[in-house]
């Protein structure tokens, strides 16, 4: 595997593992969208904990991840030693042989749009003839309610918001997809309001997950800025003393032809 580039987080691998696990939950139902046989290789893209992988393997398939995280892949490797994750870039990885599916949950919103294309490029040619990409991700107006409510934070400091991630219309990945070679089959995008634990679960979910737009900003402030984003989000993001997060889900599958 080609050797990668930082990504634009550097993960909290422990509260990632412990709080949010509801990311790879979620996850079973996109391995659904797989139609091969036990038996095929299946690289887990941006496998983080390996959670996933450790499924799809248990499912029959011959499974192996790879991320850009090392504190995440140590986690992975020390959880399933009996797995192979290769460390690497989305956007600029080779593997060491051509595999049959490869799969994706919730990591290509962290994707630049303008690196989306390297990204569909290395996983058409990383896949068998007639191989399938199957893939989950933040999808077009995931998180509304929340980045507005940190615009506004940001705004009223005087500060602009610097939206980080790519969530697209299905039309807008669907036609990425063709450019890159692909047949896509299928596609969905729907609303997925979830759960975030905790009285303070919107609040972990921004500390967590919402970090470049807070480059320059120092640590007060960033929690000052937190604080006010959540109580201008709490008659929208909290109901029945719980905390929600406004995802969108975009879905699908595509088949690399020749
Ligand atoms: C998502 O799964 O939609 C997501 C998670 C963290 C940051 C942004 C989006």
Known sequence: VRRYKKMNIKWNADKYTQDFS??????????GLI???????????GCGNGALTKKLSELGFKAS???ASPELLQIARKNYPELTFYQGDATEFELPGKVDVIFS?????WIAKDKQPDLLRCVYHALNENGQFVFEFGGSQNNALTHEGLRQAFAARGLEYKMPFYFPTIGEYASLMERAGFRVEYALLFDRPTELKGDNGLYDWIDLFIRTPFGGVDEGMRKEIIADAVERLRDKLFRDGKWFSDYVRIRGRAVATV
């Open 22 to 31: 509801f990311v790879h939950e979620y996850g079973n139902e996109v391995i």
């Open 35 to 45: 139609n091969r046989e036990e038996g095929a290789s299946v690289l887990d893209l």
């Open 65 to 67: 991840g790879l991320d």
């Open 105 to 109: 949950n919730a990591v290509l919103h």
